[in-house]
């Protein structure tokens, strides 16, 4: 069975690729490698995805 962080991480991936998917058919290539690299630093594993970790985490190890 997934755990949270899987099942939140699957819905977001779905919307991050339909979002980059809409800027891709929008934007010029030039534009478009920018706003991905902006996008993903933002929401990958870096940013968002790290965070959630963090505080699903925590309030996981909290509620113990």
Same mark, same amino acid.
């Given at each position: 069975?997934?755990?949270?962080?899987?099942?939140?991480?699957? !819905?977001?991936?779905?919307? *991050?690729?339909?979002?980059?998917?809409?800027?891709?058919?929008?934007?010029? /290539?030039?534009?478009? &490698?920018?706003?991905?690299?902006?996008? !993903?630093?933002?929401?990958? *594993?870096?940013?968002?995805?790290?965070?959630?970790?963090?505080?699903?985490? /925590?309030?996981?190890? &909290?509620?113990?």
């Amino acid at each position: 069975m997934p755990t949270l962080h899987e099942m939140i991480l699957q !819905l977001l991936n779905a919307r *991050k690729n339909r979002v980059l998917l809409v800027a891709q058919s929008s934007l010029p /290539e030039s534009q478009f &490698k920018a706003f991905r690299q902006i996008f !993903l630093d933002e929401f990958g *594993k870096g940013g968002l995805e790290k965070e959630l970790e963090r505080v699903i985490a /925590e309030k996981y190890h &909290k509620g113990r």
